[in-house]
């Protein structure tokens, strides 16, 4: 079965450092999304990518966070310098977006934690 | 934008008996509602959608209801057991295939056997 792919499964990094997160989504799927999810909240999105370009980063602060997918396929989400505010898990979905099909998959996600 | 408000934030059934999970909506153009169950340490994966243009939909042992004039949906779950213990978010999306979603904050569901 098809999986949004996710790389680390879980970060720990310093206060100021750089980190940086991968993501694969479902071969075919045109749509990427990032969210970010807080302990014992519902997931936020930061940035969505209809293939390489940038659909939706309304929510993505610019100063520290840069969200890339060069060609269309599997796309990566910076945070530089990293703040504590920012632990968090990060999670990548895909969708067909094919004008019929709506459901977005997730995948498991990258549990950052900044000290 | 979308504003999603989901209740209970916590709920514990006794094995065997229903649960149900109620959200409301802002934003009168969104016309896609799904599901998601999240399990510890893993990401959301979809268990029931609905569209604006249906009132109910079942799937098993799971229904959601969609009432678009009071913008509200809810989520059933008949004959609960253990595995149903997971943390459960309602989401709303507005437009067409590929508009990003906004998620209630969750219910937190325990199962007790």
């Known amino acids: 079965e098809a999986e949004v792919a996710q790389s680390p499964r879980y970060k720990i990094t310093e206060k100021s450092q750089a980190v940086a997160f991968w993501c694969d989504p479902i071969s075919g799927h045109a749509t990427l999304y990032w969210y970010r999810q807080i302990l014992g909240q519902g997931p936020e999105l930061l940035v969505q990518?209809?293939?390489?370009?940038?659909?939706?980063d309304s929510q993505l602060p610019k100063d520290r966070f840069s969200a890339e997918r060069l060609k269309g396929v599997d796309s990566t989400l910076k945070i530089q310098p990293a703040e504590l505010g920012d632990s968090a898990m990060y999670l990548c979905a895909s969708s067909l977006s094919d004008g019929m099909n709506t459901e977005a998959f997730f995948g498991q996600g990258t549990r950052l934690t900044v000290v | 934008g979308e504003n999603v408000e989901q209740h209970p934030s916590t709920l514990s059934v006794q094995e065997g008996d229903s649960a149900v999970i109620k959200c409301t909506y802002s934003?009168?153009?969104?016309?896609?509602f799904p599901w998601y169950k999240q399990e510890l340490g893993k990401g959301p994966q979809l268990i029931i959608d609905i569209r604006s243009n249906v009132g109910e939909k079942k799937d098993q042992r799971i229904a959601v209801t969609l009432n678009k004039t009071a913008k509200h949906f809810s989520l059933h779950i008949t004959e609960t057991q253990p595995e149903d213990s997971a943390v459960y978010f309602c989401?709303?999306?507005?437009?067409?295939?590929?508009?990003?979603?906004?998620f209630g904050g969750g219910t937190r569901v325990l199962v007790k056997p």
């Open positions: 934003d009168s153009a969104s016309n896609y």
């Open positions: 990518f209809q293939d390489e370009s940038v659909v939706d």
């Open positions: 989401a709303a999306s507005i437009g067409a295939a590929g508009n990003k979603l906004t």
